[in-house]
């Protein structure tokens, strides 16, 4: 039998954590003196002790442990370390996403020195015959995805797109969310081909914008795009008596040799990678009453 200084020693465990422990009914002592209080673990709790260790070191919470030691069965444990499994596959995503997002602060730093001065153009965007489709997405990330399996299906659905190509995605959302997003994309059509059965053919009226042009690749929250929103917030808060209403992006694609993708290729070729889109980012801005 070891006292419990000697235990610590043995297990690679703290007195103050061995006596947690036991306030938890994770670890006991195999004995403790009833006049002296000195508590005494045997070789054989050794194991259990171990066991606690490096289900902490992997990150497992005191309380998962004891539920996970109770579990009794090699079932039951085959669980625990399948669920741990996954959670740790998801904290190296969120590590990963984190490490990219340093990247690209870390890339942008020289770029963020040139972003104070894009330039606001204020204009009519008139009436459009669109084809569009509308969901819920987990979040801006899947815009990508989103607009790859849109124009899929107009190659499906052998309508001609109008030329020159003209495409938009409007965030519908009232507010800045982080997930389940509400998204539509649209393509501009021939009025012909808008026939009244399809009922995803509208007619879009015409809108009053503000944009910011700008070339640069999708990932979220890079310091360009909070150089873009930082422009159209400045330009808004200058012209006061202009109110914003719904986001929008109208991309135009670009080919490999940065010439402008033709709408009449769209149903014969495979669409450019939208990383390499030039966007167009703005507001449908209406002119309020000054008084």
């Known amino acids: ?73 090699l079932d039951g444990a085959r669980q625990y370390y399948e669920l741990r499994q996954m959670e740790v596959e998801e904290e190296l995503q969120s590590l990963r996403a984190k490490r990219d997002m340093l990247k690209l602060l870390l890339d942008d730093i020289t770029e963020n020195e040139n972003m104070d001065c894009y330039n606001v153009v204020e204009k009519d965007v008139p009436e459009k015959t669109v084809l569009r489709s509308h969901k819920i997405l987990p979040s801006y990330d899947c815009v990508k995805e989103f607009w790859l399996e849109f124009l899929e299906e107009v190659k499906e659905t052998g309508i001609q797109p109008q030329e020159p190509l003209f495409l938009r995605s409007l965030c519908l959302d009232k507010e800045y969310k982080e997930t389940n997003v509400e998204v539509e994309l649209q393509i501009e059509v021939s009025s012909h081909s808008g026939s009244k059965k399809n009922k995803q053919i509208i007619t879009t009226p015409a809108a009053h914008v503000a944009t910011v042009t700008f070339s640069r690749e999708y990932p979220q929250g890079s310091v360009m795009r909070h150089a873009v929103r930082r422009s159209l917030a400045r330009w808004l808060e200058v012209n006061r008596e202009s109110a914003f209403g719904i986001m929008f992006n109208i991309p135009k694609l670009l080919n490999g040799d940065g010439t402008m993708f033709r709408a009449q290729n769209l149903l014969n070729s495979d669409c450019p990678d939208p990383d390499h889109w030039i966007n167009e980012w703005g507001f449908e801005i209406t002119k309020t009453d000054s008084n």
């Not at 465990?13 to 003196?33: A, C, F, K, N, Q």
């Not at 009833?34 to 992997?58: C, P």
């Open 1 to 73: 039998m070891f006292k419990i200084g000697e235990f610590s020693k043995l297990s690679n465990i703290s007195v103050r954590s061995l006596r947690h422990y036991e306030s938890l009914g994770l670890l006991s002592p195999m004995e403790t003196d009833r006049f002296t209080g000195y508590r005494y673990y045997s070789a054989d709790q050794l194991d259990a002790a171990n066991k606690i260790r490096m289900l902490r070191e992997v990150g497992f919470s005191l309380d998962s442990i004891k539920r996970f030691l109770s579990a009794g069965s």
